[in-house]
């Protein structure tokens, strides 16, 4: 099984830059930077690293992201990432960005943009490898917040494929985004949030129905809705799963708690991604390598659950049949 996890060409769809931040180069960046991190060594970051709910992680998550300031910080994060889907066989994939963060510490918009752009041309230039950008507009902060992020996003139109919607869940729905949402999809964005990861399938209900997303991040509430389950069936609307996350952040007690099996049986369109590697534990192998082995998934699972990451992709028809045509070769 783990032969046919490696293996396999994979697409990643959820994944934030920020959260491939690994401490070796948080610590380079820090002092190169001269901003102070709370710890003192290696050890002391993975001690830290022990979350009990979503917002213990983006407390350390947004401490950790203020070491990058340049375009040559945000270069080189997103190259280290792409080191790593090439030791994974990640052949495409979709980066999200949170702007805000950066933007409200006085680091130009165009320098993470251009950094992260830079090195994705470098990536298909050197590997192959294709991807596109995902703008995050953070949740914990106002409406009139996001829309200035949009307007700011303008000028880099053709560099962001999509818009999309993460930090603190819980208190902060997809209603309050609503009208920010729709100005997003006149300017020709692809919508997308995360919802039901924390917060009840409430708020997959207002992310499709008030945003009018066509992929949902995490989703794994959903199971306690029948109602929305045979929707997101019927519409085999793409849910972007991350058990690592999951764990690490105590949505679910332990992976055999996990219910991603139960969701692919049930016959929704997941995918397996690593939302946060460096602080999850693992980049998307060892996500499904963790399912592997507490979980009865076949290999019949497997090879669905990496065929849905390129269905459920914003590549064009074109590349998604031959990308497609690479996993069944790989399968040969
Ligand atoms: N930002 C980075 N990772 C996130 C997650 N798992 N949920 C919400 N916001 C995030
Ligand atoms: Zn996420």
Known sequence: MIELIKKLPKAEL???IEGSLEPELMFRLAKKNNIDIPYNDIEDVRRAYNFTNLQTFLD?????????????????????????CVEDNVIHTEIFF???????????????ITGIKEALDDAKEKYGITSCIIMCFLRHLS???????????????DD???VGLDSSEL????????????????????LVAHAGEEADFSYIYEALNLLGISRIDHG??????????????????????????????????????????????YGLNVSVNSDDPAYFKGYIN???????????????????????????SFIDDELKEAYLARVDLALQ
Request: proline share 5%; aromatic share 10%; with cysteine.
């Open 220 to 265: 794994v509430q959903s199971i306690k809705s029948a109602a929305l389950m045979q929707r997101l069936k019927e519409e085999q609307m793409p849910l972007t799963v991350c058990p690592n996350s999951n764990i690490e952040l105590k949505v679910f007690d332990s992976y055999q708690a996990h219910n991603i099996k139960a969701l692919l049986d």
């Open 171 to 190: 208190g902060n729905p997809p209603a309050k985004f609503k009208e920010v949402f729709k100005k997003a999809k006149e300017a020709g964005f692809t």
């Open 60 to 84: 350390i998550y947004y401490a950790g992201a203020n070491v990058l300031m340049t375009k040559d910080d945000f270069y080189d994060l997103t190259w280290e990432y792409i080191l790593k």
């Open 14 to 16: 959820h994944l934030h």
């Open 286 to 312: 060892q996500n499904f390598i963790n399912l592997c082995e507490n979980l009865p998934l076949t290999e019949n699972d497997i090879i669905t659950l990496v065929k849905n990451s390129f269905r459920s």
């Open 160 to 162: 962001i494929i999509g």
């Open 98 to 112: 949170d702007p805000q963060t950066h933007t409200a510490r006085g680091v130009p918009f165009a320098a993470v």
């Open 143 to 157: 409406q009139e917040e996001a829309f200035e992020t949009l307007e700011e996003a303008m000028a880099f139109k």
